[in-house]
């Protein structure tokens, strides 16, 4: 809660004064939640959210064998943790990681595993869900039926990504531990469900889930999803797009709109995070191929399903040995007065979690 004020009191003492801007854009013509985001708006988020200082690598791989991928941090029990994803050249298996300042991590074990026999045999990487979304905020994760839960790409075929993928459920007691979680028996969604949609029915990959608290949806809880479809971009290649679900019991979910929320037709638009800044919900995501490399975005919203596009410089793109070539696959939280930007890297030390900063820590607190 102090965080949250303090975020707060940071937040519209600096002038943002986000509130009715959109109501002024739009003359009244336009309801609140279908007005585009104005620029200067967009402009301000920017300078809000951006993250200069480039921290360098937090979560090595453990080996030349196994490469990492994908971090979502939160914080319980006054300690931050970081799940996270490691490949080995068979799938992917879900691990965690615990630290006290964000900067140092300390690998604690796996949550999600191999199995035999099961549609999610060799890929499972878990993405932990209802995480607080405020700006400066707590960063807890929300219980629901007195469980904590993780969305996670699933599937069964051996390789990088290979075959066809969904997205499964999962709950946990206790998220602090590296025990392994709860799986549901079948995915939520998948590329061959009966209202698969042109954007979603070739396969499915990373999903972020959180609760709609004002219930802009008209659903307690919304999943934001990365798709690809059969439809080819104007060079026959497939694309990703970002498109969203919603669900009341985090079990049963069902797709919303006939389009994405987030394409560029060609390309990779992927891996959402939600952050709510002041009245505006602001998606942070990666940016892959429509334009050389992999490189980090954002979009805004008033309300959970028309956005805005940012259309300003990336707030991550490669300059580090590290990360020249490809910086992506985001995770940002704000605390104590510094942006934390986690970002998937892969360069010369192969395939990495990486930090950047809105303030530069490098000198004072690298190890």
Same mark, same amino acid.
């Given at each position: ?9 940071? +937040?519209?003492?600096?002038?943002? *004064? ?22 200067? #708006?967009?402009?301000?988020?920017? !300078? ?7 921290? *360098? #690598?937090?979560? $090595?791989? @453990? ?10 941090? +939160?914080?319980? &029990? *006054? ?8 490949? %080995? ?53 929300? =219980?629901?039926? &007195? ?6 790409? *699933?599937?069964? !075929? ?27 028996? =079948? ?10 949609? @042109?954007?979603? %029915? ?6 972020? #889930? ?15 999803? &990365?798709?690809?479809?059969?439809? =080819?971009?104007?060079?026959? &290649?497939?694309?990703?797009?970002i498109a969203l679900a919603v669900s009341d019991d985090m079990k049963q979910w069902k797709r919303v709109g006939g389009k994405p929320l987030i394409t560029r037709n060609t390309g990779i638009c992927g891996d959402a995070q939600i952050a709510k800044i002041g ?6 995501? +990666?940016?892959?191929?429509?334009? $050389? ?20 410089? %990336? ?14 696959? @985001? ?6 007065? #510094? ?29």
């Amino acid at each position: 809660m102090k965080q949250t004020l303090i975020g707060c009191i940071l +937040f519209f003492a600096a002038g943002f *004064g986000l509130a009715g801007s959109a109501a002024a854009q739009s003359g009244g013509a336009v309801p609140r939640s279908q007005a585009r985001v104005p620029q200067q #708006v967009m402009q301000k988020i920017f !300078e809000e959210v951006k993250t200069p200082y480039k921290y *360098g #690598v937090v979560i $090595p791989q @453990p080996d030349s064998s196994r490469m990492v991928d994908s971090p979502t941090v +939160f914080r319980q &029990n *006054g300690q931050w943790y970081m799940t996270y994803i490691i490949f %080995d050249g068979k799938g992917y298996e879900t691990w965690l990681a615990k630290s006290d300042n964000l900067l140092q991590w300390t690998q604690l074990g796996r949550i999600m595993s191999f199995t035999e026999n099961t549609w999610d045999a060799t890929q499972k990487a878990g993405y932990v869900a209802l995480i607080d979304t405020e700006w400066g905020g707590s960063y807890e994760v929300e =219980k629901f039926e &007195n469980k904590y839960w993780l969305s996670y790409l *699933g599937g069964s !075929e051996s390789g990088y990504e290979a075959g066809r993928l969904g997205i499964g459920m999962a709950s946990s007691v206790d998220l602090s531990k590296p025990a392994e979680v709860t799986r549901l028996p =079948k995915p939520v969604l998948s590329a061959i469900d009966h209202d698969a949609r @042109p954007y979603d %029915d070739e396969t499915i990959y990373k999903s972020l #889930v959180i609760r709609d608290k004002a219930r802009q949806t008209g659903h307690r809880f919304v999943m934001y999803y &990365n798709a690809k479809g059969k439809k =080819k971009d104007t060079s026959g &290649n497939g694309f990703e797009s970002i498109a969203l679900a919603v669900s009341d019991d985090m079990k049963q979910w069902k797709r919303v709109g006939g389009k994405p929320l987030i394409t560029r037709n060609t390309g990779i638009c992927g891996d959402a995070q939600i952050a709510k800044i002041g009245d505006v919900y602001v998606m942070f995501y +990666f940016g892959a191929f429509w334009k $050389p490399g992999a490189f980090e975005r954002f979009a805004c919203s008033y309300d959970l399903v028309n956005w805005t596009d940012w259309t300003g410089q %990336d707030l991550i793109a490669p300059t580090e040995p590290y990360d020249k070539t490809y910086a992506h696959k @985001p995770w940002v939280v704000k605390w104590n007065g #510094v942006v934390y930007h986690f970002y998937n890297a892969v360069g010369e030390n192969g395939r990495v979690i990486a930090l950047a900063t809105s303030k530069d820590l490098s000198s004072k607190n690298k190890p």
